[in-house]
């Protein structure tokens, strides 16, 4: 390359991230990509009655403000919390959580949600002009340690499982806990826990490493015959917390066709924020300009078709400004197209990449 198209690569770059964007370009931009949202809380309230169809003044999820924020799917988190393995009652709270979605979410208003098990079904909600929610399971011991029970979730509609939450389980070790001698440790994932990673490629289900030990994520990332990905995690590179995956871990699960989802919660993508939480101070509230950083960070190492949004809202405390909830998607819209992201790339931000990802996996399963 010649010193003077150098010169006007890097002038029409720079004019691309200084230039104004209108409102009308933002939208329509926004409303080209079809968002799906990778992970999502409120199912940790609407379980105990919160009702998703009146607006609320506080939280982050209600069905005005996914409209208005233009959210095409998203994946309602059965979150399991960890209390629950006392008196083996995981598996009775992870139906609870499928039902809250089944019954509290889409039976109430089928003309805002229809259920989604599958890419096709997603695509077939975007035209009838509904929103896709799908189910994911949040903890590996849900499954109270029983391939059975991760058949019948599945049956269930559930598409996703992360393995572990901040707990270690009996078959896969978390990030949550790595570093506390009182917990028994596996080196990863058991000769059980590998065995539950293969049943989901066989059914159809996605491997979902948020939360995951490093040695589990290699291990999962090896056996698993369909990609795998993170369903709301961020750059450790930036935000040093065991939760976020290291450049080595981004990299090589883009080269198995994976995607790593950002997650919003202040605490993983400013490393201020971070500091603070391990202070157990208040947290300084994140930026959009973070969420960007960690973005631009995993394109950079990885490529555009790596990332993913896994926002967390109902799940954390913290959000970034600008980011205060589901409505305010569009306001990412416009820094990323401050930041010279074309459409293209914010469309396999959004939504494509991990469809790519989930019509791998559907593939995988019907070998």
């Not at 600008?322 to 197209?337: C, E, H, I, Q």
Request: one cysteine or more; aromatic letters at 6%.
């Amino acid at each position: 390359m010649n010193f003077r198209l150098l010169l006007l690569c890097v002038t029409m770059s720079a004019f691309a991230q200084n230039r104004s964007i209108s409102d009308t370009e933002v939208m329509r931009v926004h409303r080209s990509a079809l968002l799906i949202d990778t992970h999502n809380d409120v199912t940790s309230r609407t379980v105990d009655g919160f009702d998703i169809g009146s607006r609320a003044p506080g939280g982050h999820t209600d069905i005005a403000r996914l409209r208005e924020g233009g959210v095409g799917a998203t994946f309602f988190a059965a979150y399991v919390a960890s209390r629950y393995v006392e008196g083996n009652r995981a598996a009775n709270r992870t139906l609870q959580m499928i039902d809250t979605v089944r019954h509290d979410i889409v039976a109430r208003y089928p003309n805002d949600f229809t259920l989604a098990t599958s890419v096709k079904d997603i695509e077939e909600a975007r035209k009838r002009g509904k929103i896709a929610a799908l189910i994911g399971i949040e903890g590996g011991h849900a499954i109270e340690d029983s391939l059975r029970l991760l058949r019948n979730y599945y049956v269930l509609g559930v598409r996703y499982m992360t393995l572990t939450h901040t707990n270690t389980n009996n078959w896969a070790d978390s990030s949550g806990d790595i570093d506390n001698p009182q917990v028994k440790h596996h080196n990863g994932l058991t000769d059980f826990g590998k065995d539950v990673v293969r049943e989901m490629n066989r059914l159809g289900m996605i491997v979902d490493i948020s939360h995951v030990a490093d040695k589990t994520f290699w291990d999962a990332l090896a056996v698993s015959q369909a990609p795998i990905f993170a369903s709301h995690s961020s750059a450790r590179a930036l935000t040093k917390v065991p939760r976020n995956m290291t450049d080595e871990m981004i990299v090589a699960l883009a080269k198995k066709g994976g995607v790593i989802d950002v997650n919003f919660n202040c605490g993983f993508i400013s490393q201020k924020a971070a500091d603070a939480e391990a202070r157990k101070e208040k947290p300084p509230r994140a930026t959009l300009a973070d969420v960007v950083a960690h973005i631009d960070h995993i394109r950079k190492i990885a490529g555009i078709d790596a990332i993913g949004i896994g926002s967390d809202f109902d799940g954390v405390e913290c959000t970034p400004e600008g980011l205060d909830d589901v409505s305010k998607f569009p306001n990412l819209t416009r820094a990323l197209l401050e930041k010279g992201y074309t459409p293209e790339d914010i469309r396999k931000i959004y939504g494509e990449n991990f469809l790519r990802v989930m019509r791998a996996v559907e593939m995988a399963a019907a070998k």
